[in-house]
């Protein structure tokens, strides 16, 4: 569903715009509604249209919270989420403690993830491309990508 890097400035409120071609399906698959939150492993923010969200949401819901581990997904990706809305101009607001928790200031890049967008400050991103493309392809790896035959 969404793919694609796409490089976007934040206005001076902390807004940013998504790109026409995803609008529509937004609107249609969840009325304008998303849901941002952290990653739990990278600094950077993860957009889910509201209704891919619900889901994640309740899988997390349903795990144990008495293991460490899932305590800390718990409190990272519940924790921090955020519901938004898409304005009449097709925005949507990150908060500011968000947009500290990722680092982002003016420019940013959205990556699009199937369901869902990832949000990163352009300089994090442009690091970590660099750091993934310097680094070797271990066994495990290599057997997942002939599993997809790329």
């Excluded at 889901?55 to 997904?73: A, C, G, M, Q, V």
């Excluded at 898409?86 to 993830?113: C, N, Y």
């Excluded at 750091?131 to 392809?137: D, M, Y």
Aim: aromatic share 6%.
């Amino acid at each position: 569903m969404f793919k694609g890097i796409h490089n976007i400035n934040l206005d001076a409120k902390g807004r940013l715009t998504i790109p026409t071609k995803y609008r529509n399906t937004i609107s249609d698959q969840s009325n304008g509604n998303m849901v941002v939150t952290i990653d739990s492993e990278e600094k950077c923010l993860l957009l889910y249209p509201a209704t891919v969200f619900s889901n994640i949401e309740k899988k997390i819901n349903d795990l144990p919270s008495f293991t460490k581990n899932h305590r800390r997904i718990q409190r990272l990706i519940i924790g921090h989420a955020e519901d938004l809305e898409l304005d009449s101009s097709g925005r949507i607001l990150l908060s500011k403690p968000l947009r500290i928790v990722a680092e982002m200031s003016k420019k940013i890049t959205l990556i699009g993830q199937g369901d869902k967008f990832e949000i990163w400050s352009d300089d994090i991103w442009s690091n970590r491309v660099n750091k993934w493309r310097s680094e070797e392809t271990d066994e495990s790896s290599e057997s997942v990508l002939s599993d997809i035959r790329i």
